[in-house]
């Protein structure tokens, strides 16, 4: 599908003035404003702030920042070029720890960089190869999507309750989402299907985000607070959860929003088939285990809904992780652009994930 046809474009590259422009998430479901810059550290802090969120942005929009940080001031030398691009590439790895892809787009643009270093001596031209590697990694971003929608979709059954928790559409991806790309494509086949979407505290983004994706598209969905999820799983209105991730390991461990786990667990309790959705550029095969980076936010976080309402002392002490890591067995199925990965995740994960990587 090209990019211009997406219903949802969280992400657009600006050619007539070089520029990258996105939606704030952070402003959903109450205002639709979109950011503009020139400057990629502008970026990085969208990304930290979460304007851009959701694995697979977070990865587009880095590579696109890196090209704004080749292109911004007009490279006089491949030397300038090549510290601005290392300097920015250190910057923008810092943004967001446990988002695999983010990682994962950096070294791509870098790779490209270092093997058109190669071929000419033009900074402006090498400049322009880093956007161009932006922009391919942005348009496999939806086709990537658009794949993984058809094979999850035949995991979906007519008539199908489906359990998502935070967002992992179209406004986690370039455009039509991992988790939700499922549901749009079951849809888009002709099931009838129901969300139950999670608000997933502290930041809402089942309540704001993923609420506002699926009302827009006319898929119905009923929106639940976090600790409902186990009384709706024991009076059995829950067929399928479907979840994104960032960061898939080696053996099949999902690093994904905080409160998945506690999902997971209880899918398993209540024989509930329990699928993450993620494109292969999310799988980490340098890692085993449950150790995954997790990224622990600011507290106020917690204190506070959306920092407008505060809801307890000013100096309780918070915990804040933004991510939590589910394992192996409790894991159904991997949803990826390449197929659907089965258990045992350590033997099957390598052989679809890592044949063509060079992990
Ligand atoms: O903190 P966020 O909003 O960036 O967390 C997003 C998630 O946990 C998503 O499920 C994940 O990134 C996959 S998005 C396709």
Redesign the pocket.
């Known amino acids: 599908m090209p990019l211009k046809d997406l219903k949802i474009r969280p992400i657009e590259w600006v050619d007539e003035r070089m520029s990258l422009r996105w939606l704030d998430t952070r402003l959903l479901p109450w205002q639709e404003v979109y950011r503009e810059t020139r400057d990629y550290r502008r970026v990085a802090r969208a990304i930290v702030d ?1 304007e851009i ?6 990865g587009v929009a880095a590579a696109y920042a890196m090209a704004l940080a080749a292109l911004h001031p007009e490279p006089r030398s491949v030397d300038e070029l090549y510290s601005r691009l290392e300097r920015a590439r250190k910057e923008l790895a810092s943004t ?1 720890p446990t ?1 695999y892809n983010l990682f994962w787009a950096l070294d791509r643009v870098w790779k490209r960089f270092v093997q058109e270093l190669g071929r000419s001596s033009d900074p402006v031209k090498l400049a322009h190869a880093v956007l161009d590697e932006a922009k391919r990694i942005h348009a496999e971003d939806v086709e990537t999507n658009i794949r993984i929608g058809r094979e999850g979709a035949k995991l979906i059954e007519d008539g199908d309750t489906v359990l998502t ?5 179209a406004l ?2 370039a455009g039509y ?3 939700l790309g499922i549901i749009r494509a079951a849809v888009e086949e002709g099931k009838r299907v129901t969300v139950i979407a999670t608000e997933t505290r502290p ?1 809402l ?1 089942g309540a704001r985000l993923t609420v506002w994706e699926l009302k827009k598209e006319g898929i119905p969905v009923k929106l639940v607070t976090d600790n409902m999820v186990g009384y709706l799983m024991a009076r059995g209105l829950v067929d399928k959860v479907v ?4 960061r898939i390991t080696r053996d099949g461990y999902v690093a ?2 905080i409160g998945t786990y506690v999902i997971a667990v209880l899918a398993a309790r209540h024989g509930v088939p329990f699928y993450v959705a ?1 494109p292969t550029s999310t799988f980490d095969l340098n890692l085993e285990g449950p150790n995954i980076p997790i990224e622990e936010r600011a507290p106020d976080e917690v204190r506070t809904v959306l920092g407008r309402l505060r809801i307890t002392l000013d100096d309780v002490e918070v915990l804040n992780p ?2 939590d890591v589910t394992p192996p067995e409790l894991v159904t199925a991997i949803v990826t652009e390449r197929g659907i990965i089965r258990p045992p995740y350590a033997q099957t994960i390598p052989k679809v994930v890592g044949s063509g990587r060079g992990a």
């Not at 928790?165 to 559409?169: K, P, Q, V």
């Not at 979840?243 to 960032?246: E, L, R, T």
Request: proline share 3%.
């Open positions: 979460m969120r959701g694995a697979p942005a977070i967001r988002a928790h935070c967002n992992a559409g986690a991806t989402g991992t988790a930041l983004q979840v994104g991730a960032d994904n929003k993620a933004a991510f």
